[in-house]
């Protein structure tokens, strides 16, 4: 689809993110006409709690189910936290899997990446947000996978690697082809 709108949810909320750089990187690669937008205030967002989950819920969270609402994808890019989902994304994803049954991102395509430090890339984590996300409503594509190591960045810009390069080209524009 062409002008599909895809939202970015980051587990990291450090200023030298490398799956910051990742995310850069993912708004480089994306196809012509498609627009690839970091929600970038994860940070702000409260811990979910039901008590607060109405139609006055905070603004950082309004704000968060209003860029699901208006994107056609999503694409998750994540460090491991002690094998498992960065705190701050999981939170993430338990607001938008409400309202239960008619949850912004529902039915919409999604797929998750990111890179860290382990030589496995954090793939515990991306297979946990897979089965997360996928439970909170959306369709995750589960054939687009990519977890990289850190070190292969060797200290540079993803963008620097050509294999980086060329497999994030291919999971969005694949996550594209998946928006009806
Ligand atoms: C609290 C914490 C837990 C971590 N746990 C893991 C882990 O389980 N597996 C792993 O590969 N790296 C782990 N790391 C290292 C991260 O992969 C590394 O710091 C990575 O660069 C973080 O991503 P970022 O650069 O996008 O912030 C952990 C780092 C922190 C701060």
Redesign the pocket.
């Known amino acids: 689809m062409s002008n599909a709108k895809v939202l970015v949810l980051?587990?990291?909320?450090?200023k030298?993110?490398?799956?910051?750089?990742?995310a850069e990187l993912a708004t480089d690669v994306a196809p012509a006409g498609t627009t690839v937008e970091l929600f970038d205030r994860l940070g702000e967002v409260p811990f979910y709690n039901e008590d607060i989950d109405n139609d006055d819920a905070p603004e950082p969270v309004r704000a968060l189910r209003a860029a699901a609402a208006e994107a056609d994808a999503a694409l998750i890019?994540?460090?491991?936290?002690?094998?498992?989902i960065?705190g701050v994304l999981k939170n993430a994803i338990d607001w938008l899997s409400r309202p239960y049954g008619n949850s912004a991102f529902a039915g919409k395509p999604a797929a998750v990446v990111?890179?860290?430090?382990?030589?496995?890339?954090?793939v515990?984590?991306h297979d946990e947000t897979r089965k997360s996300f996928g439970i909170a409503g959306a369709r995750v594509v589960e054939d687009l996978k990519l977890s990289i190591?850190?070190a292969s960045f060797d200290g540079k810009h993803p963008r620097e690697n050509a294999e980086v390069v060329s497999d994030l080209r291919d999971v969005v524009e694949k996550l594209v082809a998946e928006v009806g």
């Open positions: 980051l587990g990291s909320l450090r030298e993110s490398v799956n910051r750089q990742l890019v994540t460090p491991e936290y002690n094998g498992s960065p990111g890179a860290a430090l382990g030589q496995y890339g954090g515990w984590a190591p850190a």
